[in-house]
C-alpha cells in the first residue's frame, strides 16, 4: 500500500467500489422473478427459450430467463387490453399519484437501482447514481403532472390505447421510465421489452409497480431478444409501437407494422456532429468532448462521435485531447472514481473492434491512452481517430463505442454541410462564444436536438428526438405526451388487417394521347403548367357518367419533376409566418372571387347540387383562412429544464411533402391536407382525387394569381395509387399525408421505410378530412417536427 505522502505525491487514486451486497442478495433470491411480469405478477414462461445476462466487467452470468413466445405475449398484450379501459377512465388526479408514487420509490430505491444497473449494462456508478437513476425519477414526477393537466392541455385528445414498447440496452432504466412514463400519464397501458443484454433493472421495476399498487396489466413486461420484439409489435391487439434502437430494426418495424393502423414512433440512430469553431472556449471544448462521446463508452444515441474543428485549431484541440484521454480512469464500473466503464456485450466489443479497424485501413490515424485495460470484462479504451475522411466508414457508420472521429473544416458553411452529411439527424453540439455563430448554425443544422456550448443534457420536459433515419415522434414535454394521445377527429379503427394487404388496383382512367386541339387540364410543376410526361390525358366524367373534361396522366417521371421543385422551392420554408399568411389570406380572396366558376366545376363532377358545391366552395375559403390565421402562431415552446440551460422547442418544416388527396370533396378534401403543410413551411406535391382531379387543376390558376413562390404547390393529375407509390419511395419526400385506401396506407407505409420518412394517413372510408373538426393546431403539430435547442441561459 502507498504511504499517504506518495499518494500527494503522484495523486493517484485508490478504489472505491459502491458497496453491492444488496444487490448481489437480490440477484440469489428469489429466482421465479427472473421471468416475465403480467398482469401484476410475475410469469414463468416454463417451456420458453431461455438466454443468460452476463456482467460485462467480469463474464460472470447474472441470471438466466425466458424469451417470450406468443403464449406469453397473448396474456401481457390481453392484460394490457383488460387493464386500458379502467386506467384511462380513473381521474386524471388519480393516475398522477401512482406516477408520483413510481417516482418516490425510484427515489427510494435510487442506490439499489443505481448499483443493478451498473452491474448489468457495465456502465460507471457515477453515472447511473447522478445521471440515470435521477433522470428516471425526474421523468415519473414530471409525467406525474402531465397526468394531473392532461384534460386541460389536451382537451379532445384520447389516449391511443395500448402500447407495445422495446427499449434497447443502453440506458435500461431510462429508456424504461422514457417509454411507459408518458403512457401512464395519457391513459395508455403498457407491454414494454427490455433489452435482452440488460433485463435486470426492468424486472426492478416490475417490483416497484406491485410495492406502490399500481393497477394490475397497467405495466406488463415481457423479457426475450428481437424475436420476441418483433412478435410483440406485430401483434394485432397493439395500438401504438414505440421503438428505441438501431436504425435497421426501426426499418424492420415500419415494414413490418404497415397497413396495421398502428401509431409509430421510432427513436434510431446517430451519428451526431460535435462542432468547434476557432473562437471556442477549448477547454470547455475538451470536457465536452468527453461528456459527447466518452459518457456511457459512447453507446449513446445522440453521441457527439464526429468532431469537426476548425483547421486552425484542429492540432491544439486534439493534443489537449490526447493529455485529456491518458487522465480518463477505465475499469471495475461499481467503483465510484471511475470514467469509463464495460462495453454491453462481447458483441458489441467486437463490433466496435472491427469498425476501428476499417477506419485505420481507411487511412484514419488511431490514439489511444497508454494504461493497460482490464483483463478480464468487455473493456475498450477512449478512442481518437484523426485524418478521418468525410465519406469514411469511421465518419459515417454509428459505432456506438468510445470512438470519436476528427475531420475539420475552413467554414462555417462547411461546418453545416459537413454536420448535414449524414443519413441520420439526431442531434448536434455546436461550441462558439459568438452567439450569432452557433444560431445561425443551430438553424441550419438537420438535428432534433442541438446543444449550445453543450452536449448530452436530458430533461423530462424537453422533447427529444430525430430528423431523417434518426426516425420520427418526439419522447419529453408535451409533444412527448402527445405520441401517447390522438385527436378525437380522428378515430382510428382497430381489427384485423392484413399487414401485406396490396393496393387496390388503381383505377385505370380511360386515357388518350393528347394532340389536336388540347382541352387537357395540365399538370402544375415548379409554378407552370406542365404536359404529362407520357404524353397521354385521361376522361374525367361526371356522376352521370358523361365526359366533363380531361385531366394530364401523370406518370413516376412527372412525380420526379414535381418533388424536384419543391425541393429547390427552399423560400417558402424561409418565410415568417407573417409573410406565409399574407400570401394564404390572399389565396382565399382569390377563390372567392372565382367561387361560381368553383362551384360549378365541383356540381359537375360530382355532383349533389349546386347547393352542397357552394358549400364546400366556402368551407374551403374558411379553411384557407383557418390556416393563414395560425401561420404564425404555431409558436414555438419554450421550457425550463435542470440545471443552467432552457430549451427552445422549435416547430420546423419537414421540408417536401407528398399529398394523397381523397376522392370526396375534390376542392376541400385536397385543401384540407395541404393547407396546414404549407402553412407550417413545407412545400408540396399533390395528387387530387383521380376521379375528380378538375377542381385542383383549376386551382392553379388561383395559385398563380396569388404570389404563391414557384415550386411550393404541385399537383400531379392521374391514377393515385401508382403516383402514390413513387412518393413513397422517393427519398427527397420528407413527409407523407394522404387520405386514401387501407391498400394505398399499407403500401406507403411499407415503402416509407426506405428514408424512414413519417406517414400520416387516414382511410378515406372512415375519416372525412374534408370535416370541420379536421383543422387546428394538432394538424400543424402533425406538419412539423420539433427541433429542440439547448441555450445556455440562467443561474
Ligand atoms: P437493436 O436495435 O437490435 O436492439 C434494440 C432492441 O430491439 C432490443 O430490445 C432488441 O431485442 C429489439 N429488437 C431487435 N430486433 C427486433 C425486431 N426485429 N423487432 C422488434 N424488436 C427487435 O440493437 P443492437 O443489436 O442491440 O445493437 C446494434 C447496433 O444498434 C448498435 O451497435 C448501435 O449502433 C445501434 N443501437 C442504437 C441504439 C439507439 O439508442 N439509437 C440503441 C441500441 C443499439
Not at 383557418?626 to 414555438?636: E, F, S, V
Not at 375519416?767 to 379536421?774: M, Q, R
Request: charge should be negative; proline fraction near 5%.
Amino acid at each position: 500500500m502507498n504511504a499517504v505522502t506518495d499518494i500527494l505525491k503522484d495523486m493517484s487514486y485508490g478504489p472505491a467500489p459502491e458497496d453491492d451486497a444488496i444487490v448481489r442478495e437480490w440477484l440469489a433470491a428469489t429466482p421465479e422473478k427472473f421471468a416475465h411480469f403480467v398482469d401484476g405478477a410475475f410469469v414463468a414462461g416454463t417451456h420458453e427459450r431461455r438466454f443468460e445476462t452476463i456482467e460485462p466487467a467480469t463474464g460472470r452470468v447474472l441470471a438466466e430467463l425466458p424469451a417470450a413466445g406468443t403464449t406469453t405475449i397473448e396474456a401481457a398484450v390481453a392484460a394490457a387490453r383488460a387493464a386500458q379501459k379502467g386506467w384511462a377512465d380513473l381521474a386524471g388526479h388519480d393516475r398522477a399519484k401512482m406516477l408520483y408514487a413510481l417516482a418516490r420509490a425510484v427515489q427510494r430505491h435510487a442506490r439499489f437501482l443505481a448499483v443493478l444497473e451498473t452491474i448489468d449494462n457495465g456502465k460507471p456508478i457515477r453515472e447511473t447514481r447522478d445521471i440515470d437513476v435521477p433522470l428516471v425519477a425526474r421523468h415519473f414526477y414530471h409525467h406525474a403532472g402531465w397526468a394531473e393537466l392532461a384534460a386541460d392541455e389536451f382537451r379532445g385528445m384520447a389516449p391511443v390505447g395500448v402500447c407495445a414498447q422495446v427499449i434497447p440496452w443502453n440506458f435500461p432504466l431510462l429508456m424504461l421510465a422514457w417509454k411507459v412514463a408518458p403512457a401512464l400519464a395519457a391513459g395508455c397501458t403498457v407491454v414494454l421489452k427490455p433489452a435482452e443484454q440488460t433485463p435486470l433493472s426492468a424486472i426492478a421495476f416490475a417490483e416497484i409497480c406491485m410495492e406502490v399498487g399500481l393497477p394490475k396489466g397497467v405495466v406488463n413486461i415481457v423479457q426475450g431478444d428481437g424475436e420476441t420484439g418483433a412478435a410483440l409489435v406485430g401483434h394485432e391487439g397493439v395500438d401504438k409501437v414505440a421503438f428505441t434502437g438501431s436504425t435497421d430494426v426501426g426499418r424492420s418495424i415500419r415494414v413490418a407494422t404497415a397497413g396495421q393502423r398502428k401509431a409509430l414512433s421510432l427513436e434510431l440512430g446517430g451519428k451526431s456532429p460535435f462542432v468547434v469553431f476557432e473562437d471556442a472556449d477549448i477547454e470547455a471544448a475538451v470536457e465536452g468532448v468527453v461528456d459527447a462521446v466518452w459518457f456511457n463508452q459512447g453507446e449513446v444515441c445522440c453521441a457527439g462521435s464526429r468532431l469537426l474543428v476548425h483547421e486552425s485549431i484542429a492540432d491544439h484541440l486534439h493534443q489537449r485531447l490526447r493529455e485529456r484521454m491518458e487522465t480518463m480512469r477505465l475499469g471495475n464500473p461499481l467503483d465510484k472514481a471511475i470514467d469509463m466503464g464495460a462495453i454491453v456485450s462481447q458483441q458489441q466489443l467486437t463490433r466496435v473492434r472491427a469498425i476501428v479497424e476499417t477506419a485505420q485501413k481507411e487511412g484514419a490515424r488511431l490514439f489511444q491512452p497508454a494504461a493497460a485495460l482490464p483483463e478480464t470484462g468487455t473493456f475498450y479504451p477512449p478512442s481518437l481517430l484523426t485524418n478521418v475522411a468525410p465519406a469514411s466508414t469511421a465518419a459515417s457508420v454509428e459505432i456506438f463505442g468510445p470512438v470519436l472521429a476528427s475531420t475539420t473544416f475552413r467554414t462555417p458553411a462547411e461546418a453545416i454541410a459537413l454536420a448535414n452529411d449524414t443519413r441520420y439527424g439526431l442531434a448536434a453540439s455546436l461550441w462558439s462564444e459568438n452567439v450569432s455563430t452557433v444560431l445561425h448554425v443551430a438553424e441550419r443544422v438537420e438535428a432534433g436536438v442541438v446543444w449550445i456550448n453543450a452536449t448530452n443534457l436530458f430533461d423530462a420536459a424537453a422533447p427529444f428526438g430525430g430528423y431523417r433515419e434518426s426516425g420520427y415522434g418526439r419522447e419529453g414535454g408535451a409533444a412527448g405526451m402527445a405520441e401517447y394521445l390522438k385527436p378525437e377527429c380522428l378515430p382510428a379503427p382497430r381489427g384485423k388487417v392484413a399487414d401485406t394487404a396490396p393496393a387496390e388496383a388503381a383505377p385505370v382512367p380511360e386515357t388518350r394521347p393528347a394532340g389536336g386541339v388540347d382541352r387537357t387540364a395540365k399538370l402544375y410543376v415548379a409554378g407552370k403548367q406542365a404536359r404529362p410526361d407520357g404524353g397521354y390525358s385521361y376522361i374525367v366524367r361526371g356522376r352521370r357518367g358523361a365526359a366533363v373534361g380531361e385531366a394530364g396522366l401523370g406518370n413516376r417521371k412527372d412525380i420526379r419533376n414535381a418533388v424536384e421543385a419543391a425541393a429547390k422551392a427552399k423560400g417558402w420554408s424561409g418565410l415568417s409566418g407573417h409573410q406565409r399568411a399574407q400570401i394564404l389570406y390572399y389565396l382565399g380572396e382569390n377563390l372567392a372571387e372565382r367561387a361560381e366558376e368553383f362551384a360549378a366545376r365541383i356540381e359537375l363532377q360530382v355532383g349533389g347540387g349546386r347547393r352542397a358545391a357552394d358549400a364546400e366552395i366556402d368551407a374551403s375559403i374558411r379553411r384557407i383562412f383557418h390556416y393563414a390565421a395560425w401561420a404564425d402562431k404555431h409558436d414555438a415552446r419554450v421550457t425550463s429544464t435542470l440545471g443552467r440551460h432552457t430549451t427552445l422547442a422549435m416547430n420546423e418544416p419537414f421540408g417536401v411533402a407528398g399529398v394523397l388527396a381523397p376522392d370526396a370533396s375534390p376542392l376541400l378534401g385536397s385543401l384540407s391536407l395541404a393547407l396546414p403543410l404549407l402553412a407550417a413551411g413545407n412545400r408540396i406535391v399533390l395528387v387530387p382525387s383521380t376521379p375528380a382531379p378538375l377542381s385542383m387543376t383549376d386551382f392553379y390558376q388561383v395559385l398563380e394569381t396569388s404570389d404563391v413562390p414557384a415550386g411550393t404547390f404541385n399537383i400531379v393529375t392521374g391514377a393515385r395509387a401508382d403516383l402514390a407509390v413513387t412518393l413513397a419511395d422517393h427519398d427527397d419526400v420528407d413527409v407523407l399525408w394522404g387520405a386514401a385506401t387501407a391498400g394505398e396506407i399499407a403500401d406507403c407505409e411499407r415503402r416509407s421505410a426506405g428514408n424512414l420518412k413519417p406517414v400520416f394517413m387516414v382511410d378515406e372510408t372512415t375519416v372525412d378530412v374534408a370535416a370541420e373538426e379536421f383543422k387546428g393546431r394538432r394538424l400543424l403539430d402533425r406538419a412539423s417536427r420539433i427541433k429542440t435547442i439547448w441555450i445556455p441561459y440562467g443561474v
